[in-house]
């Protein structure tokens, strides 16, 4: 199954059904009273980073199962995915003070870089997800982080107070569904725009590296 729209399929469908969830917030805010709602409220906010960072993760993680089914090698790959495909290797080989374990991690490189290269679907979002993040896997995704710029303020804060409320701090509460709709939208607009990003770099076949040479 190498169609790449069977990933923009189950990115689509990822979106669905989390918004779908969140929709039904407004609905049991209704059922509560003052008290009641400002402790839902309050909880709302760490589920809403919950989807966001899910929502990131489960899109690039379909979006190497895509390319390691291509099985690419080394030469077909451009040098942003081939980087992040040896990242630790390269991390390993960076920090190894030992002179043995440093050749040992270079002629890993080197005797794999001719043969299939396959990306660890294992994504580090640091559980910390804001905006400094999202460009460093931007980055590392040959994804145009450009787009995001816009949602900086409001994304910092999100993970700002998401991180308040899961310490168990008490600086923040909401007093009606308003505050917490404005993130809901922040977050269908942001997981949008990560589809549209995708999207792009399959249809340009921008992970290439002919496709970045044009």
């Given at each position: 199954?190498?169609?790449?729209?069977s990933?923009?399929?189950?990115?689509?469908?990822?979106?669905?059904w989390?918004k779908?969830?969140?929709?039904?917030l407004?609905?049991?805010?209704?059922h509560?009273?003052?008290?009641e709602?400002?402790i839902f409220?309050?909880g709302c906010?760490?589920?809403?980073?919950?989807?966001?960072e899910g929502?990131v993760?489960?899109s690039?993680?379909?979006?190497?199962?895509?390319?390691?089914?291509?099985?690419?090698?080394?030469?077909?790959?451009c040098d942003?995915?081939l980087?992040t495909?040896?990242e630790?290797?390269l991390k390993?080989?960076d920090e190894?003070?030992?002179?043995?374990k440093?050749?040992?991690?270079?002629?890993n490189?080197?005797?794999?870089l001719?043969?299939k290269?396959?990306?660890?679907?294992?994504?580090?979002t640091?559980a910390?997800?804001?905006?400094?993040?999202?460009?460093?896997?931007c980055?590392?995704t040959?994804?145009?982080?450009?787009?995001?710029?816009e949602?900086?303020?409001d994304?910092?804060?999100l993970v700002?107070?998401r991180?308040?409320?899961?310490h168990g701090?008490?600086a923040?509460t909401f007093?009606?569904?308003?505050d917490?709709q404005?993130y809901?939208?922040l977050?269908e607009?942001?997981m949008?725009d990560?589809?549209?990003?995708?999207?792009d770099?399959?249809?340009?076949?921008?992970?290439?590296?002919e496709a970045?040479?044009?």
């Amino acid at each position: 199954m190498n169609n790449f729209n069977s990933v923009l399929d189950e990115i689509s469908e990822e979106i669905d059904w989390r918004k779908s969830e969140l929709s039904k917030l407004k609905e049991i805010s209704t059922h509560l009273n003052q008290d009641e709602l400002k402790i839902f409220l309050k909880g709302c906010l760490p589920l809403i980073y919950a989807h966001w960072e899910g929502y990131v993760i489960q899109s690039l993680k379909n979006l190497f199962q895509y390319l390691n089914r291509l099985e690419l090698t080394s030469e077909k790959f451009c040098d942003v995915y081939l980087t992040t495909a040896y990242e630790q290797t390269l991390k390993n080989l960076d920090e190894s003070k030992s002179f043995e374990k440093r050749k040992k991690h270079l002629l890993n490189i080197y005797n794999n870089l001719t043969k299939k290269v396959s990306l660890d679907t294992k994504i580090d979002t640091k559980a910390n997800l804001k905006f400094e993040v999202l460009k460093d896997i931007c980055i590392k995704t040959n994804l145009n982080f450009n787009k995001f710029i816009e949602y900086k303020e409001d994304l910092n804060k999100l993970v700002h107070i998401r991180n308040s409320i899961s310490h168990g701090e008490n600086a923040y509460t909401f007093e009606n569904f308003n505050d917490i709709q404005k993130y809901i939208d922040l977050l269908e607009n942001l997981m949008l725009d990560f589809y549209s990003e995708i999207e792009d770099l399959l249809k340009e076949k921008k992970y290439l590296k002919e496709a970045n040479e044009n």
